[in-house]
C-alpha cells in the first residue's frame, strides 16, 4: 500500500515529525515538528529546489554553507537551491515550522519512499540517518528530478554514488520496496 505524506510520519530518534498539506510539481508544503534536542539528520544540499522554513512555534538554528541563523515564530529562512544546511530545533520546547520546497518537481513520489523508510525503521539509532544507500537507489530508480545530495558525498562523486546504490539495490531487491511504498 502506497505511503500517505499526507499522514504524519516520525522518525523516532531525530525527533522529527513530517506530515505533507500539499504536494504537486508546482510546490510541495509539509508541517515539521521537531521535539526538544531534535535534528536534521545530515547536513545536506537540494541540487534544484529552495527550501523556505516558516517558524509557527519555538526557534530554529540552520546552519547555511556553515553560517549560523536563527529564526524564531513568525519568521521565515530561506535555503536557496545548490546550499549545504542541517536544522535543529534550538530551544526546549517544539519547534513547527510549515516548510516549502519551490519547484515540488517530484518530491511527493521520493517522500512517499522517504516516509516509508523511516516507518520500516530502516533509521540509524544512533544519528537519526535513514538508510541513505536505499534513499539514493529510489532517486535514481525514479530518476528524480528533486534530487538532495548528503553533503558528505562531494559533488563530483554523486553520480557514481547513486549509481552504486542503484546496482546495490537492485541486488537487494529494492524495487519491491519502491513499488510498496509508491503504488
Known amino acids: 500500500m502506497a505511503i500517505n505524506i499526507f499522514q504524519p510520519f516520525i522518525n523516532p530518534v531525530s525527533k522529527e515529525t513530517f506530515q505533507y498539506e500539499k504536494a504537486d510539481a508546482e510546490s510541495c508544503v509539509m508541517r515539521w515538528r521537531v521535539e526538544p534536542g531534535g535534528y536534521v539528520p545530515l547536513e545536506h544540499i537540494h541540487l534544484k529546489q529552495d527550501e523556505t522554513f516558516e517558524v509557527q512555534q519555538g526557534e530554529i538554528r540552520i ?3 556553515g553560517k549560523e541563523h536563527i529564526a524564531r ?23 513547527e515550522c510549515r516548510v516549502t520546497y519551490a519547484p515540488g518537481l517530484d518530491l511527493p513520489q521520493f517522500m512517499q519512499c522517504f516516509g516509508g523508510v523511516l516507518l520500516d525503521g530502516e533509521i540509524n539509532p544512533k544519528t537519526g540517518e ?8 529510489f532517486l535514481r530508480h525514479m530518476k528524480a528530478q528533486c534530487l538532495t545530495r548528503p553533503t558528505q558525498f562531494p559533488a563530483w562523486s554523486f553520480n557514481f554514488v547513486l549509481n ?11 524495487k519491491k520496496d519502491f513499488v510498496r511504498y509508491t503504488t
Do not use: Q
Open 130 to 137: 535513514p538508510n541513505i544507500p536505499k534513499l539514493g537507489f
Open 73 to 95: 515564530a513568525g519568521e521565515a529562512i530561506t535555503v536557496p537551491a545548490g546550499v549545504a544546511h542541517i536544522a535543529y530545533n534550538n530551544t526546549d520546547t517544539a519547534l
Open 63 to 65: 546552519l547555511l554553507d
Open 164 to 174: 552504486m546504490f542503484y546496482f546495490v539495490g537492485l541486488m537487494r531487491g529494492w
